[in-house]
Structure formats: C-alpha cells, structure tokens
C-alpha cells in the first residue's frame, strides 16, 4: 500500500484518478453490454415469429406478443402505415429516434480510451519534474535519478493500460449496435415485404404454372 501511495505522489496525484477511471469504463461496459445482449435476444425472438407470418393481423399478434424494444417499435410504425412509402418513411423514423438508445453512453468508453493515456502522459511528466530536481543535488547517486524516471512511467503504463481494456470494450459494444440495427433493418423489410409486396416466383415455378394452366384448357 506505501508503495501505490508513493508512486500516486510521484505522479502528482494522477494515479489517484485511474482507478475511478477504471471502475467508470467497468461500469458502463458492463451495464451496456447486459442491456445490448438483452436487445439481441428479443429481436431474434420476434424475427423468429414473424418468420412464416402473413397478413396484417398476424403481424399484429406477433407485435402484441414481442417485448420492448428498438425492433418493436420499428414493427410497430410499419404496422401503423397505410402503404409501401409511408411503411418505409415511419420505419425509418423509428430507426432514427431508436438510434441515441443504442449508442447511450458508449462515448463515456470513447472519451477514456483517449483520456487514460494523456492522464498517464501528465503523470509521467509531473514525475520526471521531480526525478530532474534531484540532479541539483551533486550528491545524489545515478541509480536514484533512474528509479524517480521508473517510477515516473508508472503512470503512462496505467493510462495505456485501461485505455487498451477501453477499447476492447468500445469496439466489442459497437458491435453489438450494429447487430441490433440489422436486426432493426431485417424487420423493416420483412414486415413491408409481407403487407405490401407480393413474394416473386422463381423462373421454374413460373414455367410450371402456365403448363399446369395450359394442361387444364
């Protein structure tokens, strides 16, 4: 414990700050990542649902049926709509109002990865301040002057540190987001695609469609 307290005093006070910085970065990658895994879940639920669903009514099952979330509220302005252009101008609306819920507080884990390491940087600084001092002192031993410089680096070490862990989080969080607005996208399409288009047939199907007519004439 001295020894944490000795080099938090070398660097003037700033390795104090990285353990709060740590535990905020913990904090909101854990809380984000819970919330995140949850939204992914429900929306395979409800693509689930709407996988062999016809007609405005099913649909309006499967919606009663599916939990909160960014899907259901997509699900829910295309079920609103009246046609194909207003179905794909609310969804995209709903897109557009769920998307701050998504990335909520993700920037907190953005704004650690590069503040860690300038905290780190200004704690290195301050220590190799003091580790220069010393060389006033024509007593002072070489080994002592490398030891404040060692000490001193501390800092950058911490800074880097959880700004790697940062990262990790940040990128695998965005992720994440991004699979929730494909998701968010699969439903769109598929619900306007089940009101308001008709499903192709393929070439093959069409050819045998007119034989079968032909054959009954």
């Known amino acids: 414990m ?37 939204l992914l879940r429900r929306g ?46 609310y969804a995209e609306e709903a897109m557009l109002a769920q998307a701050p819920v998504l990335d909520r507080g993700l920037w907190i884990l953005d704004t ?11 704690g290195t600084i301050i220590g190799m301040f003091n580790a220069f001092q010393i060389l006033g002192n024509p007593d002072t031993a070489p080994t002592a002057i490398t030891g404040h410089v060692a000490e001193a680096l501390v800092a950058t070490a911490t800074g880097l540190a959880i700004a790697i862990i940062g990262l990790v989080f940040f990128n695998g969080l965005n992720q994440r987001v991004r699979l929730v607005l494909h998701q968010m996208e699969r439903i ?5 695609n089940r009101l308001y288009r008709q499903p192709v047939s393929a070439p093959g199907e069409a050819s045998v469609s007119l034989l079968v007519r032909r054959g009954e004439n």
């Not at 650690?112 to 200004?122: D, E, Y």
């Open 112 to 122: 650690a990865v590069t503040l860690a390491p300038l905290l780190g940087l200004l």
């Open 2 to 38: 001295n020894v944490l307290l000795h080099l938090a005093a070398v660097s003037g006070g700033i390795l104090y700050l990285m353990p709060l910085l740590l535990l905020v970065v913990l904090f909101v990658a854990l809380e984000r990542g819970w919330a995140l895994a949850l």
């Open 44 to 89: 395979d639920a409800l693509l689930r649902d709407l996988q062999d669903t016809r007609g405005r009514e099913a649909l309006g099952r499967a919606l009663a049926k599916a939990s909160s979330g960014p899907q259901r509220a997509v699900l829910t302005a295309v079920l609103g709509s009246h046609d194909l252009n207003s179905g794909e101008a």
């Open 188 to 192: 769109k399409v598929g619900t306007l």
